[in-house]
T-cell receptor
Framework: DAKTTQPTSMDCAEGRAANLPCNHSTISGNEYVYWYRQIHSQGPQYIIHGLKNNETNEMASLIITEDRKSSTLILPHATLRDTAVYYCIATRYNQGGKLIFGQGTELSVKP | DSGVTQTPKHLITATGQRVTLRCSPRSGDLSVYWYQQSLDQGLQFLIQ???????AKGNILERFSAQQFPDLHSELNLSSLELGDSALYFC??????????????FGNGTRLTVT
């Protein structure tokens, strides 16, 4: 799986959009980009994933650059409950469950 | 609520003992995954089962074993426990055998403390 690089921590004001970047410059054509988050000591929560196109669901939007070397997770209106560690993972289509969770980005949403 | 149920929530035991952690996947999911999260290691993939068969193996110690039963629930057995086995153990499930387009849904974990 391609290595991903994320900032260690970020702050965001409540009600504002949180934009979390992820670099995956060695991603291959059959690797998806997945985002999960983990709120303190709870199980990781799936947020969104994509291959080439931008994706949106009820939780977030995922913007993938045209060359697929980086992506941005957007939480449109961050709340205090969005404070968590966010993990960006690149994983092959035929890969089993060997998700490699890096250190992630610790997002703090402040009032 | 992810739909994945793990029991027990907390477990305290002594070194050298053996414990069993249990996981019930989401309805309809055939794959079960086990992950370990300790303070200094982050989330580590241990093992995956798909429809009763071992599918993928990660950094699982020989003292640890798992199985998936015909009703698709899974158990993770940890034996000869050491202090370093203290961690959060997460189970996850997914519909398919491969990650690809099939997200994992995680339970809330079992916190194991070895004293």
């Amino acid at each position: 799986d391609a290595k991903t690089t994320q900032p260690t921590s970020m702050d965001c004001a409540e009600g504002r959009a949180a934009n979390l970047p992820c670099n995956h410059s060695t991603i291959s054509g059959n690797e998806y980009v997945y985002w999960y988050r983990q709120i303190h000591s709870q199980g990781p929560q799936y947020i969104i994933h994509g291959l080439k196109n931008n994706e949106t669901n009820e939780m977030a939007s995922l913007i993938i650059t045209e060359d697929r070397k980086s992506s941005t997770l957007i939480l449109p209106h961050a709340t205090l409950r969005d404070t968590a560690v966010y993990y960006c993972i690149a994983t092959r289509y035929n890969q089993g469950g060997k998700l490699i969770f890096g250190q992630g980005t610790e997002l703090s949403v402040k009032p | 609520d992810s739909g994945v149920t793990q029991t027990p929530k907390h477990l305290i035991t002594a070194t050298g003992q053996r414990v069993t952690l249990r996981c019930s996947p989401r309805s309809g999911d055939l794959s079960v995954y086990w992950y370990q999260q300790s303070l200094d290691q982050g989330l580590q993939f241990l093992i995956q089962y798909y429809n009763g068969e071992e599918r993928a193996k990660g950094n699982i110690l020989e003292r640890f074993s798992a199985q998936q039963f015909p009703d698709l629930h899974s158990e993770l057995n940890l034996s000869s426990l050491e202090l370093g086995d203290s961690a959060l153990y997460f189970c996850a499930s997914s519909v398919g055998a491969i990650q690809g387009n099939s997200p994992l849904h995680f339970g809330n974990g079992t916190r194991l403390t070895v004293t």
